[in-house]
């Protein structure tokens, strides 16, 4: 990161924002004539004050999330919604919490059990690097932008951190919604074809000459 974007994020940062109140409450007070020496001092002791109060942000861990495998996705998204749910915009939050009942819904494709067929290898892939890799990766790099510049400031083609957090989840609910349609059109079209198959085949009996 270079030291441009460096102070353009400590700028917007809440350690910042807290420090400037402080000090402004400083010389509110100096020009209210309630203090008169060492004003600078004192303002300069307020923004640090106010900068230090506030605790570091909490990161998240994404290598944790690397560890999940296909039994446990929607487990593991549950996980994600709980430790970033306060940080996070609504419109995210709300695609974010969507999610998990995709999940639900492929995981006896994923792991075979209940006697489904299994996704494909590239759409099993797809669906496990999705929930172990880029959808940790995405939501850990918003968390880390201070929330003002997140909200605020310009990005790419004009887009806030906000927007584009935004795009890349419904992005990520639109392939798995895909994946998950075609598995289970593949189901119907079974169904249908079993359903032919027996109609050509079978017939009732006739017991009387």
């Not at 100096?30 to 004003?39: E, S, T």
């Not at 998990?100 to 892939?125: H, I």
Request: glycine share 8%; net charge neutral; proline share 6%.
């Amino acid at each position: 990161m270079s030291r441009a974007s460096a102070a353009l994020l400590y700028l917007y940062s809440s350690r910042n924002i807290a420090g400037c109140v402080l000090a402004l409450l400083g010389l509110g007070a100096y020009f209210g004539g309630v203090i008169n020496q060492w004003w600078l001092p004192i303002c300069l002791g307020l923004y640090a004050a106010g900068a230090l109060m506030l605790p570091g942000q909490t990161l998240l861990e994404v290598d944790s999330y690397r560890r999940d495998d296909g039994a446990h996705l929607a487990e593991s998204v549950e996980r994600l919604i709980e430790q970033t749910r306060h940080q996070l915009p609504a419109e995210a939050l709300k695609t974010l919490q969507a999610i998990p009942a995709v999940l639900q819904v492929l995981a006896p494709r994923l792991s075979g059990s209940e006697g489904s067929p299994m996704l494909a290898p590239d759409q099993r892939q797809t669906v496990i690097g999705a929930v172990t890799r880029d959808l940790p990766q995405t939501v850990a790099g918003y968390v880390r932008l201070p929330p003002a510049f997140a909200r605020l400031h310009p990005l790419a083609h004009g887009k806030t951190a906000k927007d584009l957090l935004n795009e890349q989840l419904q992005l990520l609910k639109n392939q798995l919604d895909k994946i998950a349609e075609a598995a289970f059109r593949d189901d119907a079209d079974a169904l249908v074809s079993n359903g032919q198959y027996l109609k050509e085949k079978f017939h009732a009996p006739s017991y009387l000459a």
